[in-house]
């Protein structure tokens, strides 16, 4: 019995967890929300996923779907002796083993290579994705059709918010900074709620339906990896959704561009490095200018501040609120510049 070096979780049961793989484990050590597995074997990473039910079938199936059409960019993961790639716990937890991924975090901020390999990697997950049907009892989240509705909805909630303070008898230094910046708010999500709006959304949805893909979920920096053996790596598929493709490029992209400061350049790198894979149509690249017009991350803060102080805002400070408002609106010129390039390189709206 090997030697479990951890603290915070209970040492017997992450045994107990890893004896169901045949592997003989010398060492666990917690490294941000998994655990790393120094084994006689090599060394691996433990995961606990999704606890329902539902979910982990999804996700074992797409892992299992990934292997039938050769996706190899990604951590493998490792059977169970039981044959299953997701292991259950006494407690209801579920974890995944897969290979520790020797090699280094990208630099988006830095290194246009790591921008196009990026891309690239992740056109090829969106192929690979296709034609996949969950087992039986298995239910990936369903994010088709949201975003009309999304965007709707916070359009509504922001005109209601400024209204009410109209009424507000004194203005607090957040109710200021709103007011004062609420035009271009307000200009930046009629943009993009109007181009989403009379594009072919409706169509990319049915064509999503009809590929029967998926996309990835949070295709940021932090979950790709500059692998020494294969490349760049996507890894982290805790949030598995049906959506268009465009959704996840967007991710990416926006990912990219809080690093670059908005450069146009970066944009197109990035859309040139993944059509070079999967070439993106017309209305696709319509649809994803919508995304980036809208201001989604500073209307996010508005109603966290006023509706829900939900997650990790929850005890935010208000001059935490304020911080981040300010950091977002800073960002006003560079964001309509970039705008403007991209509706006249990509003729949206033509």
């Keep these: 019995m090997g030697r479990v ?28 929300d998994v655990y790393r597995v120094e084994a006689v074997e090599g060394s691996f990473c433990l995961k606990e996923v999704d606890r329902r039910l539902s979910r982990v079938a999804a996700l074992e199936g797409a892992l299992i779907h990934f292997r039938t059409k050769g996706f190899t960019k990604t951590a493998a993961a490792h059977e169970t002796k039981e044959g299953r790639l997701i292991c259950r ?13 020797a090699g280094r975090k990208p ?4 290194s246009d290579e790591d921008i196009a390999a990026a891309a690239v990697t992740l056109a090829e997950f969106h192929q690979a994705s296709e034609g996949y049907d969950p087992p039986p009892e298995g239910k990936l989240r369903n994010r088709l ?3 009309p509705r999304r965007f709707s909805s916070f359009l509504r909630q922001l005109v209601e918010l400024r209204e009410q303070l109209e009424h507000k008898p004194l203005l607090d230094n957040f109710d200021r900074l709103f007011v004062e910046h609420y035009p271009w708010i307000l200009d930046r999500a009629e943009d993009g709620w109007c181009v989403l709006s009379t594009s072919k959304y409706d169509d990319l949805v049915t064509a999503a339906q009809e590929a029967r893909s998926f996309c990835h979920g949070d ?14 790596c996507l890894i982290d598929f805790d949030l598995l959704r049906r959506d268009i493709r465009i959704a996840d490029v967007y991710k990416l992209l926006r990912d990219v561009l809080k690093k ?3 450069n146009f350049q970066a944009a197109q790198l990035l859309l ?8 993106l149509d017309g209305e696709e690249i319509t649809v994803l200018y919508a995304l980036l017009a809208y ?17 990790k805002a929850s005890n935010w400070p208000a001059r935490k609120f304020i911080s981040k408002f300010q950091a977002l609106a800073e960002q006003q010129l560079a964001v309509d510049r970039f705008l403007r390039d991209f509706r006249s390189e990509y003729s949206v709206g033509k």
């Design 5 to 32: 070096n951890f603290v915070g979780k209970a040492e017997m049961e992450l045994w107990r967890v890893l004896s169901k793989w045949p592997i003989t484990p010398l060492s666990i050590t917690s490294y941000k």
């Design 89 to 101: 716990d006494e407690a209801g937890g579920n974890f995944i083993l897969t290979d520790w991924l």
């Design 107 to 110: 630099s988006f901020g830095t």
């Design 145 to 147: 059709n949201r975003w």
């Design 219 to 232: 295709a940021a920096q932090r979950n790709f990896v500059i692998a020494d053996d294969r490349g760049c």
């Design 260 to 262: 670059r400061h908005w």
């Design 272 to 279: 040139d490095s993944y059509s070079s894979v999967a070439p």
């Design 295 to 311: 201001p989604r991350k500073i209307i996010h803060l508005i109603l966290r501040y006023y509706i829900r102080r939900d997650g």
